[in-house]
């Protein structure tokens, strides 16, 4: 795992200054990739997290699912992050398809937050 960790390390490099390019869909899948390989990138999340706040109206709902998925799993303390998705996705529940609700609701689970 190490030639691994080191390639998703030199990811997270260039990525890291390069988030504002990236589509809502790229935020979702990155955060996604790096805690599917259970690759540690807190910096990383640190900046996903606020850059998503700056675009929260981009996401659809699986990307809303996936990014909460991946920050609750990378267990970066983010309730700010995690108010803005229940407010956002609230009134668009409708458009979540059931792997979209699992995955949210777990994500508010794990994370600890109170969808409210």
Same mark, same amino acid.
């Given at each position: 795992?190490?030639?691994?960790?080191?390639?998703?390390?030199?990811?997270?490099?260039?990525?890291?200054?390069?988030?504002?390019?990236?589509?809502?869909?790229?935020?979702?899948?990155?955060?996604?990739?790096?805690?599917?390989?259970?690759?540690?990138?807190?910096?990383?999340?640190?900046?996903?997290?606020?850059?998503?706040?700056? #675009? @929260?109206?981009?996401?659809?709902? +699986?990307?809303? %699912? !996936?990014? =909460?998925?991946?920050? /609750? &799993? *990378?267990?970066?303390? $983010?309730?700010?992050?995690?108010?803005?998705?229940?407010?956002?996705?609230?009134? #668009? @529940?409708?458009?979540?398809?059931? +792997?979209?609700? %699992? !995955?949210? =609701?777990?994500?508010? /689970? &794990? *994370?600890?937050?109170? $969808?409210?």
């Amino acid at each position: 795992d190490v030639p691994a960790t080191k390639f998703f390390q030199a990811i997270a490099a260039e990525a890291q200054p390069r988030l504002g390019e990236f589509t809502s869909q790229a935020l979702a899948n990155t955060a996604w990739a790096f805690v599917t390989a259970d690759i540690p990138a807190k910096e990383l999340f640190e900046t996903i997290v606020t850059e998503f706040h700056s #675009r @929260l109206g981009e996401f659809k709902p +699986q990307e809303l %699912a !996936n990014i =909460a998925w991946a920050v /609750a &799993k *990378a267990d970066v303390p $983010a309730t700010e992050f995690f108010q803005a998705i229940a407010t956002e996705a609230q009134p #668009r @529940l409708g458009g979540f398809n059931s +792997q979209n609700l %699992a !995955n949210t =609701a777990w994500a508010f /689970a &794990k *994370a600890g937050v109170p $969808a409210t």
